[in-house]
Nanobody, 127 residues
Framework: QVQLVESGGGLVQAGGSLRLSCAGSGRTFSSSAMGWFRQAPGKEREFVATISRGDGRTYYADSVKGRFTISRDNAKNTGYLQMNSLKPEDTAVYYC????????????????????WGQGTQVTVSS
């Protein structure tokens, strides 16, 4: 079982930056691949970024590539999403998710791969 709590959301002007944190509890956080997803009003939840549990392999959605960076600190049971050059279209509720992964270099883009989810944190980017 993995419990996840996001923090760090807020209101920022276009071009600004935010860093989201995802605090995990439970013995399996360090054994889990992580992902960040977002959902804007009236839209479906969409994949943002993912990171493997062991060697830090990452994968990003094209819409955030070069602007967002996913990372994790297993010693602190915490994952991060550094968001730079924010745009109004990045406005959404951001969710972190985790899934226990047998392979240290595996990551997952599909929301269906993740059984554990945080409650979400609102990010609003003003123009």
């Amino acid at each position: 079982q993995v419990q996840l709590v996001e923090s760090g959301g807020g209101l920022v002007q276009a071009g600004g930056s935010l860093r989201l944190s995802c605090a995990g509890s439970g013995r399996t956080f360090s054994s889990s691949a992580m992902g960040w997803f977002r959902q804007a009003p009236g839209k479906e939840r969409e994949f943002v970024a993912t990171i493997s549990r062991g060697d830090g392999r990452t994968y990003y959605a094209d819409s955030v590539k070069g602007r967002f960076t996913i990372s994790r600190d297993n010693a602190k049971n915490t994952g991060y999403l550094q968001m730079n050059s924010l745009k109004p279209e990045d406005t959404a509720v951001y969710y972190c998710a985790a899934t226990v992964s047998y392979y240290s270099d595996s990551y997952y883009r599909g929301a269906d791969n993740y059984p554990y989810w945080g409650q979400g944190t609102q990010v609003t980017v003003s123009s």
